[in-house]
């Protein structure tokens, strides 16, 4: 079946920094993958769209400039949060759509942000 | 773009009742209607899905209809089990759109 991976799981980092979480697929070509964001009891919210090749779209309220998203290949896409905040914490999760696309999202394991 | 409501937000059961979520959606254009049980701190796992030209499916306790006209479609577990205890989501899409999820329901499963 189709695989995605994502990487850290898990990662704390002091406030200002830059975190980079990748998401790979691992047996199919992934012509556009997708970030969530996931506070604590609450539902996956999109972040941004990103297709191989070409800048991603960011849904309203997301900072482009802050959630940077490139997705240089058909198997990876990596989102790096630029000056990361407290108030950044939060579950992030990618998720990869095959080609021909059967409407299916396939889900990494996610990578919880704790910034300090 | 696509609008997902579910309810309710929290449900709770007894071991062996059913259990029963409901989810509405607003383009009409939308043809692929999955459900999700997440687990604490875990990526969402797809339990079943139905596309828009099905009205119903079931795959063991698990069963999902559809209404198109109304735009609504509904989860349903029966014999409920405590492992059934989870976060479930349901979403709707375009097989070229964005997937957006409804808000989640808390499914308890008492023994």
């Known amino acids: 079946g189709a695989v995605v991976s994502q990487h850290p799981s898990w990662v704390i980092c002091k406030s200002g920094t830059s975190v980079k979480i990748e998401c790979r697929s691992l047996d199919f070509q992934a012509t556009t993958m997708f970030w969530y964001r996931q506070f604590p009891k609450q539902s996956l919210m999109l972040m941004a769209t990103s297709n191989e090749g070409s800048k991603a779209t960011y849904e309203q309220g997301v900072e482009k400039d802050k959630f940077l998203i490139n997705h240089a290949s058909l198997t990876l896409s990596t989102l790096t949060v630029t000056s990361a905040h407290p108030e950044d914490s939060s579950f992030y999760i990618c998720?990869?759509?095959?080609?021909?696309?059967?409407?299916?999202?396939?889900f990494g394991e996610g990578s919880r942000l704790t910034v300090l | 773009g696509e609008n997902v409501e579910q309810h309710p937000s929290t449900l709770s059961v007894q071991e062996g009742d059913s259990a029963v979520i409901k989810c509405t959606y607003s383009d009409s254009a939308s043809n692929y209607f999955p459900w999700y049980k997440q687990e604490l701190g875990k990526r969402p796992q797809l339990i079943i899905d139905i596309r828009s030209n099905v009205g119903e499916k079931k795959d063991q306790r698990i069963a999902v209809t559809l209404n198109k006209t109304a735009k609504h479609f509904s989860l349903h577990i029966t014999e409920t089990q405590p492992e059934d205890s989870a976060v479930y989501f349901c979403a709707a899409t375009r097989p070229d759109n964005d997937m957006r999820f409804g808000a989640g329901t808390r499914l308890t499963v008492k023994p």
């Open positions: 998720s990869a759509r095959a080609r021909p696309s059967t409407g299916e999202l396939f």
